[in-house]
């Protein structure tokens, strides 16, 4: 097994650059033609799915006539973001439905359908409304933070003046000390040498 696939490594090493750049354009050009037959079979679903009313017990149309490839997760995406679609109120949805004509009549290379967009646009607002959340959160967090930090260096300033104050006292205590020691000293000193001479 290992042999065959050294075997095949060395084969595919040996051929010349222009054979790789052949290969590589034929499997774009092959990728490009599956891509547009896809593309084309979505758009041929999307307009069949579109052309029927929607009803209200209906969740949302999966197949989507769009222009690119689909990834797979749309359709739990829209089932679990559906509880919060139908759970929104009425004002935003109707602030919402000004805004999706618009959206829905622009030329564009998309052609999505509007439960889509709505769809987009709820998660659009749900994820601002969290990042504002989250902006708060972090701006209160900060203040309060500053607020802790002033606190601190205050006290330990503070504790830092009292203890410098002390330190200068005791100094002030020691040179008073050693001054009254020498003064001794001196009176010492002074008789003695006053016994010397007589």
Known sequence: MIEEQAQEHITIEDLPPVVH???????VV????????????LQRQGKK?????????????????????????????VLSVYNLYSTQSK?????????????????STFQVPRQILMLYLNLSELFYKKMDEVVTSVNTSQTALETNLV????????HFASQ????????AELVNHLKEISDTKK????????????
């Open 21 to 27: 750049l052949v290969e590589e354009a034929e499997a």
């Open 30 to 41: 092959l990728k490009r033609k599956r891509l547009e037959n896809r593309c084309n079979m």
């Open 49 to 77: 799915a579109l052309s029927h009313p929607v009803q209200q017990s209906q969740v949302f149309p999966f197949i989507l006539p769009i222009q690119l490839v689909i990834m797979r997760n749309v359709r739990f995406l």
């Open 91 to 107: 004002e935003l949805i109707q602030k919402k439905n000004k805004i999706l004509p618009k959206l829905v009549d622009s030329p």
């Open 151 to 158: 606190r601190q260096f205050t006290e330990s300033q503070q």
């Open 164 to 171: 410098m104050a002390l330190v200068k006292l005791q100094l």
């Open 187 to 198: 009176g010492e000193g002074e008789s003695s040498k006053k016994r010397w001479l007589l």
